[in-house]
Structures are given as structure tokens and as C-alpha cells.
């Protein structure tokens, strides 16, 4: 069959009536959907309206989590609610170690990377009075430490509680400040320091020894962690042989080699500026005051580097070459230390680490 040819000319009308009613009714079914909206939204408002501070007041308590902003709880939130960790109360940490190698990798995993390395320092200050570091270290040995976390400074160590397998027992101590003291101390349960002390020291009282002979860091001699101005002292009698030699390193240094005896020689290191009566050649009796400790040279804190040596040159331990003491408290400081040492405890918990 053939498709129809086009039609020319004029068309003939369709009537309107059709259209017409089509798009009123389109007209109606809009305006009715309209209305129908607008009355649902106007019975929605006050329900939306009273929900608004519910949602407010948690966003402004901090950063805002957008995966849960359709369900705020209406009840106080974790963040808000006070710190039952005594723990935090007390602004301390507690690291619980178990010693598998290097040390410094064990304190690191406990206490992560940032404070780790330096708490690793700090705690084997504590460990050097009790074993060889690293030496005596051994697999399995386990480390319970109480410390405070200081900007820009080195962690603060509380309490050291270590399970050595060298030793086969579980020593302690606590940092404690005595009535009267100048510093704080690390005690032993009994009550007598941790440190042994000098005969003959350079110095009659310091915070702490940050480094020895025996601490692994092959170190020629002992550090005193002391305030600058210090009085530093001969610890016998003997003749100035040099004085502010390698500066860069020593900073404000002198040498006294001593008169007679055992003819060693005394090195003091990182002084302050040294009196400018002392000179070569001078004789000093023993106990009298060389000058005062310093920050100077290469020194990062304040302190007395005191190094021993044979006439051979031989590096001397001093705590080896001294006659040595530990000094304990004054009875009337007891209960106030066994308080203290209560309090550390139940802070550091009942259990050896890795028990």
C-alpha cells in the first residue's frame, strides 16, 4: 500500500474543548498539592523548632561528626563527663614495659615515639644503681614506670619498679623531696637514697647523676645535674695544670692533678665563668672552692661533668676511686615518705609489668 500523499491547502479546525480540559485539570491537581504541602509543613514547625537547641549545644563542645549529625545524643557525652583515671587526675603516665631487646625499643613501644627515647635516658638513671646498662639487660626483664610528660623538657620519672632477671628480684624506688632539702631524691623502700654519694665530692648536694662510667653511653665521667652557681670543690689537694682549654666542648673548665698520693688528675667541665684569681700553678687545698658549675661549652643543661684520671691517662671511675655512702632519711621524714611512696604505688598498679 502506498503512504497517504501530503494533504495541501487549508486543514480543517479540531475543537478546543479537549485541551482546555486537560490542562484545568492539570491546573487543579498543582494547586491542591500546593496547599496539601503547605499544611503539612505548617503542622511540622513546632516539632522542628523545639529540636533546634537539642542539636546546638553538643556542637559547640567540639569538632562536629558529620556521619552522626541526624542522631545527637541528648544525654551528656564521653568528652563532657569528668576523668575517673587517677592516673590523669594526678597529670602522670604509667608505662608498662617487657624487655625483648635494645632497651630504648622497649621503653619506645610502650610509650610511643615521641616520649620514648628520652624516658628510655631518664629510666636507666634509675637502672645503673642496680645492674650494667645495657650489659645486664636481659630478654624478659620487665619495667614499670610512673612519669610525667613536660614540654620542651625531659620526661619527670616518679617511680621505677624493675623485675630483673640478673638479679632475680623486683627493685624499687620513688622521687621524693625531704623537708628542708634542697632537691628531690630517689629513695629505696628502706628509706636510704638510690645513689651512692662521694667522699671527697665536688659537690656537696645536686639533683641527680644523669650519667656514670657504667651507663653505656661510654661516657668518661660522672654527671651531676645541678643548678648553675653550685659551689664545686677539690676533692683533694693539688696543682691547676690547665685551665679553659677546648672551650667549644669544655666550655669554663679547669685540671687539678693532685699532690702526692695516688697522682691522679681532676677534670670539671661546663663551669661558670672561673674566678680570674685562679691561675696555672696554683696549689689548692683539698675541699676548697675552685669556682661554680655552670651550662657552658657543650652542655644542654646545667651541670658538673667531674672526670678521673690515672697519671697514665687511664679514665678512672670515680665511684671506684672514692669511698662511697648512701644517705638515708631523717626518721621524722618516714611517714611522710611511706605516704608518698603508698600513693606512687597504687598509682603504678599491683602487678609487675608482663606478669
Not at 657552658?296 to 697519671?311: I, K, N, T
Request: glycine share 10%; aromatic share 6%; net charge positive.
Amino acid at each position: 500500500m502506498r503512504p497517504p500523499l501530503p494533504t495541501l491547502g487549508p486543514q480543517p479546525k479540531k475543537s478546543p474543548v479537549g485541551p482546555v480540559m486537560v490542562v484545568s485539570l492539570l491546573l487543579g491537581l498543582s494547586a491542591g498539592g500546593v496547599w496539601w504541602w503547605k499544611q503539612r509543613l505548617a503542622s511540622e514547625t513546632p516539632a522542628t523548632v523545639a529540636a533546634e537547641p537539642q542539636a546546638t549545644a553538643p556542637v559547640a563542645q567540639g569538632p562536629v561528626d558529620t556521619g552522626a549529625a541526624a542522631a545527637l545524643p541528648s544525654a551528656p557525652t564521653a568528652a563532657a563527663a569528668p576523668s575517673n583515671d587517677p592516673l590523669k587526675a594526678a597529670g602522670l603516665s604509667r608505662a608498662v614495659i617487657r624487655i625483648e631487646g635494645p632497651l630504648e625499643t622497649a621503653v619506645t613501644a610502650a610509650a610511643g615515639p615521641e616520649v620514648g627515647p628520652a624516658l628510655a635516658q631518664v629510666v636507666t638513671r634509675t637502672l645503673v644503681w642496680w645492674v650494667d646498662v645495657p650489659g645486664d639487660i636481659r630478654r624478659g626483664d620487665t619495667l614499670d614506670v610512673l612519669y610525667e610528660v613536660r614540654p620542651n623538657e625531659e620526661p619527670l620519672v616518679y617511680a621505677v619498679r624493675f623485675t630483673s632477671n640478673k638479679t632475680g628480684q623486683t627493685h624499687k624506688t620513688y622521687r621524693f623531696q625531704a623537708e628542708g632539702d634542697r632537691n628531690p631524691r630517689y629513695y629505696l623502700p628502706s628509706g636510704e637514697e638510690l645513689e651512692l654519694r662521694l667522699e671527697n665530692s665536688p659537690l656537696d648536694d645536686y639533683e641527680q647523676v644523669t650519667s656514670l662510667l657504667r651507663d653505656g653511653r661510654r661516657h668518661k665521667g660522672v654527671d651531676f645535674k645541678t643548678p648553675v652557681g653550685t659551689p664545686v670543690k677539690a676533692p683533694f689537694t693539688g696543682i691547676v695544670r690547665r685551665k679553659n682549654w677546648s672551650f667549644r666542648f669544655n666550655g669554663n673548665c679547669i685540671e687539678l692533678e693532685e699532690v702526692g698520693g695516688k697522682h691522679r688528675r681532676a677534670l670539671f667541665l661546663h663551669m661558670d665563668e672561673l674566678p680570674r684569681t685562679l691561675k696555672v700553678g696554683d696549689r689548692i687545698a683539698a675541699g676548697a672552692v675552685l669556682g661554680r658549675s655552670g651550662n657552658s661549652g657543650r652542655s644542654f643543661a646545667p651541670h658538673l661533668h667531674y672526670q678521673l684520671e690515672a697519671g697514665d691517662e687511664r679514665v678512672l671511675d670515680p665511684y671506684e676511686s672514692h669511698r662511697t655512702y648512701r644517705r638515708s632519711l631523717a626518721a621524722t621524714q618516714r611517714a611522710a615518705f611511706e605516704a608518698e611512696m603508698r600513693r606512687q604505688d597504687a598509682l603504678l598498679g599491683t602487678t609487675v609489668a608482663g606478669g
